[in-house]
């Protein structure tokens, strides 16, 4: 017996509870509490991004100018008035007489006698000469007469006619050629040859011109 009754609620209990689960269920669904949507938009445009970096930022309020510290006055010592001195008297410009023209004074008179240059003698020395002082210098050029290494290797041959002055005073001056060779070798040592002898040119109580003919030949 007690299976059956048992049995029996258990049917009513299933029974009971499939009646009621749709009830349940439209309860649950349409009369649950009605609460307020709230979209949150949290996407920010683009323009509000540009509106914010375009604000410029706060300019700073310059802080007080500092007032310079001016340093203390000094006392102002006034200085002793010196009084001018009198100024000179401006003497008036004496007035210039006008100078009075003179006679031109009269030419300074000539001297009457001038002494005339003496005559410079002139010698041609030959291979021969009797002449002791035209000797001596002949001597001292013919110690010095020498042909040239190059001229002799390059078999040149010629005569140069050399002039020069021997002065009193025992000086050399006036050295120059007359009729120079075709070489240029020989007229070179011709020079150099009486520049060198006349270390040894003798004394001579006068002035004189000498011209010597200089030959460079090979024999």
């Known amino acids: 017996m007690t299976s059956i009754l048992q049995s029996s609620k258990t049917q009513s209990f299933c029974l009971t509870t499939m009646l009621f689960i749709p009830f349940i269920w439209f ?10 949507s709230i979209n949150i938009d949290k996407s920010i445009s683009l323009n509000q991004i540009i509106q914010i970096a375009a604000k410029p930022a706060p300019i700073p309020q310059p802080l007080d100018k500092l007032e310079p510290i001016t340093p203390p006055a ?24 006008p100078t009075k023209i003179s006679k031109p004074l009269d030419k300074p008179t000539e001297v009457a006698a001038t002494s005339k240059p003496e005559k410079m003698q002139s010698f041609n020395i030959s291979n021969a000469t009797k002449d002791p002082i035209l000797a001596a210098i002949k001597s001292a050029i013919d110690k010095e ?17 050399v002039a020069f002055i021997w ?12 009729n120079p060779s075709p070489h240029k070798i020989l007229n070179e040592a011709a020079l150099a040859t009486i520049m060198a002898a006349s ?9 004189i011109e000498i011209q010597i003919p200089l030959v460079y030949k090979i024999s």
């Open 145 to 161: 007469h020498r042909y040239p290494r190059m001229a002799k290797k390059l078999r040149q041959q010629g005569e140069v006619l």
């Open 27 to 36: 309860g649950l669904n349409f009369i649950k509490p009605i609460t307020p």
């Open 199 to 207: 270390k040894n040119f003798p004394k001579n109580d006068k002035t």
């Open 74 to 97: 000094e006392p102002i010592i006034k200085k002793p008035r010196h009084k001018p001195k009198p100024k000179d008297k401006i003497k008036p410009i004496p007035k210039l007489e």
């Open 167 to 178: 002065t009193k005073d025992m000086e050399l001056k006036g050295v120059k050629i007359i």
